[in-house]
């Protein structure tokens, strides 16, 4: 009897366990998921945010609220993640420049992305684009181009930012084609296009996303955008104009502290994925003019590791010695 006591005991005592990480596992996310967007409103990661933030919650069962964090070249907002409490109920939307290229051009001793930061999903990749107002004297690439090597250092181009998606791709152009151009930095890919817009500057970049409507409307013309092959039809790729053809992808990726747990972190992983066979958030993207190429974060981790090797070589070629 007394072993049949004790058997009953051990099983009553492992049923426990069960159910508590059930219930565990059941509350997460116990209340609303903040979502720290390190750059300023109206750029591309604010806009692909605004979209999945709003579908997300039908997987989690709480909202995705956007915190965005402008400033110091996405460090600011970067850190707050990274000091936030590892409990899955602060994420980081940022992108690969600002999580591997910061590494080699951004030094700093309060973090170190690979050591503190996890993937959970990249959402998708964007490809930036050239752009021009259809008002100025530029109609394609070519036309930019001769000007830019008639006049070296005065045409001017907006920029996000420095190290980051407008930045980056127009150091590559210069170093790659032997131009010359001023850059103007703004606090963000939508300060940068307002720039333009308002005739302050020759040139900018930005990604389908953040000009649709602009394009649409007649008021910005694509020179040129990035990849190997042509997207748009009579707009050069950036492979055709001299340039290696990754040059301008950005990679948008949510990451979590390092320190959350597996559990949670396997839930968010999950949602992620199932959003994407969600048909209305497949086409609001497309209508966004943003593709939905996602990765699952361990699967991305392995692109990860790859850019670091990638963006320490385009640091030390780019960086004045």
């Not at 609303?32 to 039908?58: C, E, H, M, Q, W």
Request: proline share 6%; charged share 20%; with cysteine.
């Amino acid at each position: 009897m007394t072993s049949v006591r004790r058997m009953t005991k051990r099983c009553s005592f492992v049923m426990l366990l069960f159910s508590t990480h059930a219930v565990s596992l059941a509350q997460y996310p116990e209340k609303p998921i903040t979502l720290i967007v390190p750059y300023a409103a109206g750029g591309s990661n604010d806009l692909n945010a605004r979209v999945f933030t709003s579908f997300i919650d039908d997987y989690l069962g709480q909202p995705m609220l956007i915190k965005l964090v402008p400033g110091q070249a996405g460090q600011k907002g970067t850190l707050e993640a990274v000091r936030s409490a590892p409990d899955g109920h602060t994420l980081l939307f940022t992108d690969n420049y600002r999580d591997q290229l910061h590494r080699y051009t951004f030094r700093n001793q309060a973090y170190d992305t690979n050591q503190d930061l996890v993937p959970v999903a990249r959402v998708n990749y964007g490809e930036i684009g050239i752009i021009a107002r259809t008002d100025g004297p530029y109609e394609t690439w070519a036309q930019f181009e001769a000007d830019a090597r008639a006049r070296p250092g005065e045409l001017t181009m907006s920029h996000s930012g420095l190290w980051v998606a407008l930045f980056v791709p127009a150091l590559q152009i210069m170093k790659n084609l032997g131009l010359q151009m001023r850059m103007v930095p703004y606090r963000g890919g939508g300060p940068a296009k307002a720039a333009l817009m308002a005739g302050d500057v020759h040139m900018s970049m930005a990604f389908p996303a953040t000009v649709a409507a602009d394009v649409e409307a007649g008021r910005v013309r694509i020179l040129a955008t990035a990849g190997p092959e042509r997207i748009l039809e009579g707009v050069p790729s950036f492979a055709e104009i001299g340039l290696p053809p990754t040059t301008g992808f950005m990679h948008r990726v949510v990451m979590a502290p390092a320190a959350i747990p597996q559990d949670r972190l396997a839930i968010l992983r999950q949602a992620f994925a199932q959003m994407q066979q969600e048909g209305a958030y497949q086409q609001l993207m497309a209508r966004l003019g943003e593709n939905t190429e996602y990765l699952d974060g361990t699967d991305y981790q392995a692109i990860r590791i790859r850019q670091s090797d990638d963006y320490r070589e385009l640091a030390e070629s780019l960086l004045v010695q």
